[in-house]
């Protein structure tokens, strides 16, 4: 007789469902859900992956009893003896933080401004642990922080979150789900907003947590070197279904379902072959900064120099990408180059109009050769006007377009940009993210522009979406020969666009030169830093990497 010694998963899963009512019940009922099915051991991290709309978002949040009320969920889902599915709210709020804890995207929505970082953890602690006095929270809450390696934690307790840089933030939101030692973690896109070199510190501090704590994770991510790095085992999801589970190292060396073979092979990777360059230096430059410097006060009076000497060209038909961490001042740099920043000193010349030093007039018509592609197309859409109206605007502000020759030019510009013409009618919440961003490139190079300013414009996309729009960018560069400054953290998404590399750090130039170079044989310590931070997609590759950083 042999006896069964592997150990109860601590959460299973059995046909999870999910369907959503619309329309007031007067239209059927829209699946996001179907036959979820999963165990999840103790110490184990499993990694939901998929595009949006896939699921894996929804699924987690039924578990935790999180949907709206037009959500109905079926199926089970056992938390050792306990069926979460059915559970009353009071039952679900007990379970909640204690037992199942949720690390949030972005930090500065999940956490409270108005508190500082103490009151907030100290709370979490007394609201699960009612006896613990308020002695023996403080304690608890310095355990906590120090248990994620932040910094000095008894003065970071009285830091309020704008005090504290994204990396750190993060750290805190971990801290609070680490409260009441629950079994299970819920990490929902916990890097997707961070830098390269925060994003390493925090799934080192998620990976020596594992190890010291015998929690389960569930990492919901679209990021497949994050994946690669932390995960043990991948759930890959399409249209709420499983389409395929596998151990990490076998999901990336033989991928069994022809959709995950798509996902990987969307991936940005460093090491693209060389290509031509399309920049004509025959031409006065694009973009051509001198010498910039910008300087602010901060709320103490201290002066700040967030661009210190900066001097950077781009050429006619070229694509310069600029990369660094948050603070660096690569976005800085980007809104004075928009106009959109004082200057301290030094000039910012384009198309030969020295932003901020030549005549009102001049600045304006130089403005109307600049476009721009933002980070968010949902924050920089107008929700209450069509996709043709958003389009529409710049062409009838500033060339005086109306009638049917602006329709037919924004059917032409919706066109380029791979949009059916009779979507101009349809707003953007009808849109998906990457159309979205399409509607924002068909915008931005509406006035046919001689510099594009593109800040962080695939960050927030699946990577499949991602890899479309990378392409449509690169084919609309190509065609209209636009300069472009490409502002990014993603240094394969860089190495897929750009022409040339240049790299910030703390508000300097610190390394400029040709894409293959700055990336194949960087020579500065901070460009080589930024490229051993970013995780690649495939798990025996970044273990490697990771021993040997470690060891160094």
Known sequence: MTTDTTPAPVLRVRDLAVTFRVDGGRAPDVPAVRGLSFDLAAGEVLAVVGESGSGKSVSTMALLGLLPGTATVTGSARLGDLELIGLDDRALSDVRGRRVAMIFQDPSNALDPVFTIGYQLRETLRRHLPGLSRAEARERAVELLRMVELPDPEQRLKFFPHQLSGGQAQRVMIAMAL?????????????????????????????????????????????????????????????????????????????????????????????????????????????????????????????????????????????VALVGESGSGKSTLGRCALGLAPLTSGTVEVVGTRLGRDTPRAVRAARTRIGVVFQNPAASLNPRYTIGESVAEPLRVHAGLRGDALRTRVAELLDAVELPAAWAS???????????????????????????????????????????????????????????????????????????????????????????????????????????????????????RRSVRLAS
């Open 426 to 544: 349809r707003y953007p919440h009808e849109l998906s993210g990457g159309q979205r961003q399409r509607v924002s490139i068909a915008r931005a190079v509406s006035l046919d522009p001689d510099l594009l300013i593109a800040d962080e414009p695939t960050s927030a996309l699946d990577v499949s979406v991602q890899a479309t729009v990378l392409e449509l960018f690169r084919s609309v560069q190509q065609r209209l020969r636009f300069a472009c400054l490409f502002i990014s953290h993603d240094l394969a998404v860089v190495d897929e666009l750009a022409d040339r590399v240049a790299v910030m750090h703390r508000g300097r130039l610190v390394e400029v030169g040709e894409r293959s170079r700055v990336l194949g044989a960087p020579e500065h310590d901070y460009t080589r830093r930024l490229l051993n931070a970013a995780p690649v997609p495939d798990p025996a590759a970044q273990a490697a």
């Open 179 to 319: 409260a009441c030692d629950p079994e299970v973690l819920v990490a929902d896109e916990p890097t997707t907003a961070l830098d390269v070199t925060v994003q390493q510190e925090v799934l080192d501090v998620l990976r020596r947590l594992r190890e010291r704590t015998s929690a389960a994770v569930v990492l919901i991510t679209h990021d497949m070197g994050v994946v690669a790095d932390l995960a043990d085992r991948v759930v890959v999801m399409r249209h709420g279904e499983v389409v395929e589970t596998a151990p990490v190292h076998d999901l990336f060396a033989a991928p069994a379902a022809e959709y995950t073979r798509t996902l990987l092979a969307a991936v940005p990777r460093i090491g693209t072959p060389e290509r031509p360059s399309a920049a004509d230096t025959r031409e006065r430059p694009a973009l051509n900064v001198e010498h910039l410097v910008v300087e602010y006060k901060d709320r103490r009076g201290r002066v700040v120099r967030a661009v210190d000497d900066v001097t950077l060209r781009v050429q006619p038909g070229e694509m």
